[in-house]
């Protein structure tokens, strides 16, 4: 039997992660990716078992890299203004610097696929995030809140402006680019609605 060629697998998952935010989950096959990768299917099935558990295994390992990337610094002994600003800061870094990758966590979000893609990191940051989430209700920072709810407000409009951002247009198609104060005034406003 073969051995895994490093460099071969981080090929197969960069080009993977293009072709499906460009083609779509249903555009995407194993024929395709060998092609786009000058390598043979075989090649491929040396890697992984069958489309599912390569697309199962990519997300995996990329929900991995954000998670690390999103909790970097992060303790959740923080006082809520200090965790929050953290978190904004790591979130607003990973999709600016991680384009491809996002754009396929939003694709999976919106597929079969989301339990799957959840699950394989989504218990070690829901533990580290729901701790400091008590930490701050135990201290009356703020209100204890449905995670729904608490998510809308301190994350969505985040995930709004880097959107508009990547997109370089806002609503009605108005130019848009991301300023630190535009960062800073919108995880203000934030902070405002759920500190007590």
Known sequence: MRTRDHNKVE???????????????????????????????????????????????????EGQKMSAAITRGFNPEMSFEEGLKNQ??????????NVLANAFFELLRNSSYQERFLESFLNDMKTILGSFMTN?????????????AYWSVAFAPLYALVRFDHEGQSLGGKPFKMTDEIFWKTFELVLKALKK
Not at 19 to 47: H, P, Q, W
Not at 141 to 147: A, H, N
């Open 11 to 61: 090929l197969v998952k960069k080009t993977a992660i293009e072709m499906m935010v460009k083609d779509g989950l249903e555009g995407f096959s194993m024929n395709k990716l060998a092609r786009a990768c000058n390598i043979s299917v075989a090649t491929l099935y040396i890697y992984y078992k069958d489309r599912d558990d390569l697309i199962i295994n990519i997300a995996a390992e």
């Open 88 to 97: 904004w800061r790591n979130r607003y870094e990973y999709m600016k610097n």
């Open 136 to 148: 701050a209700i135990n201290r009356g920072e703020i209100d204890d809140l449905p995670l729904e």
